[in-house]
């Protein structure tokens, strides 16, 4: 164990007696065995309660799954950070009225930690992550994809966001109510639909794939829906909204769609891409 090691690799051993204690507990993962002894259980890290070894397997495809929803989580969560600080502290450079108020960034908060974090969670181990080679310990959570995902496609948002604000502020209304609930509906869409990317991110899978067995996606997407809807219907002086009429929120979810299209394009492209090198191979 220790020559293999030195050698840099990551060892993993499995055992059940007592003689086998040592190496138990010098190896970076441990596993004994549910029947084996005492001494070999407090000297590992993990307990096979079926002293199967498929339950390794099972384990590993775990916790790679667990680690890429950590990264997805991560992807989306500081893409709205990203737009959000910019966009609040561009708006407040620029000298137009508050792109967004404190109760509307609350809400923003929600979705972005608190729902972001349950329907993320709730995608589904996937036995594709064993295909994969292992990553390094000393590798950072934030990969090189990741950094460039949130950078590009936060500034795409920061762009259009922006534009809106230049729009709106040099209209015959100006920044008035009525077109800031439209920016607040449309940011918030842009960033509904980016969670359903986030959800397939690091994959060439499309974001429908498995949506029927990710039972709090769902859910959130519903909580997400139907609270934008009452707070701009009636959340009022509160949450500074206005009603809209349903052709406005039609132009606004299809326009905002086009997030979720364009990835849908991007990782088709990939999938064509990935399977004409397999077929040369």
Known sequence: VQLLQ????????TGDGTNDAPALNHAQVGLSMGTGTSV???ASDITLLDDSFNSIGTAVMWGRSLYKNIQRFIVFQLTINFVALLIVLLGS??????????????????IMDTFAA???ASIPSSETVMLEKPRRSTDFIISKAMRSNILGVGSIFLIVLLGMIYYF???AKG??????TIFFTFFVMLQFWNLFNARVFGTTDSAFKG???????ELIVLAILVGQFLIV???????????LDWQTWLLIIGVSSMVLWVGELVRLVQRIIHKRKRNEK
């Open 175 to 180: 920044m008035d109510v009525h077109n800031l």
């Open 93 to 110: 450079v620029i000298g137009t009225e508050l792109p967004l108020t404190v109760t509307q960034m609350l809400w923003v908060n929600l």
């Open 40 to 42: 070999a259980k407090e």
């Open 6 to 13: 030195q050698k840099g690799a990551v060892v993993a051993v």
């Open 118 to 120: 349950l329907a993320l």
């Open 233 to 243: 219907q009636f959340g009022g002086a509160v949450f500074r909204t206005e009603p």
């Open 169 to 171: 502020d040099h209209s």
């Open 211 to 217: 949506l029927s067995k990710s039972y709090g996606m």
